[in-house]
């Protein structure tokens, strides 16, 4: 069984930055595809970023890439979410997730690149860690 933890959440000022990590375990985080959603107050969960194609490398979705970096320590089997420039509209839940089903790998890594991200593309799942942005 793959366990997820994400951790770094926290209280920040508008303008600045918080890097959350995502650590697996009971895996080897080459094995799996990654990817980060978050879901603010009342709203539904959305994509944040996604691994799209077989070099793992990281598609962000939306403008998130302007202010937000993915990196990754596969000694450590973690990934890092950081995120820069903060706005009160990034206060929300940030999950980590992850999925080695590779039956759907080439549709999923497809929809990746151009933007789209499903949630029940991925079976495993953190329990999330809160971000809050407030002055």
């Known amino acids: 069984q793959l366990d997820l933890v994400e951790s770094g959440g926290g209280l920040v000022q508008p303008g600045g930055s918080l890097r959350l990590s995502c650590t697996i375990s009971?895996?080897?985080?080459?094995?799996?595809?990654l990817a980060w959603f978050r879901q603010a107050p009342g709203r539904e969960r959305e994509g944040v970023a996604c691994q799209g194609d077989t070099n793992g490398g990281w598609y962000y979705k939306d403008s998130f890439e302007d202010r937000f970096t993915i990196s990754g320590d596969s000694a450590e089997n973690t990934v890092y979410l950081q995120m820069n420039i903060l706005e009160a509209e990034d206060t929300a839940v940030y999950y980590c997730?992850?999925?080695?089903?590779?039956?759907?790998?080439?549709?999923?890594?497809?929809?990746?690149?151009?933007?789209?991200?499903?949630?029940?593309?991925?079976?495993?799942w953190g329990q999330g860690t809160q971000v809050t942005i407030s002055s």
């Open positions: 009971g895996g080897t985080l080459g094995h799996y595809s």
């Open positions: 997730a992850a999925t080695d089903d590779l039956d759907r790998k080439t549709t999923r890594e497809s929809m990746c690149r151009v933007g789209i991200m499903s949630q029940v593309a991925y079976e495993y």
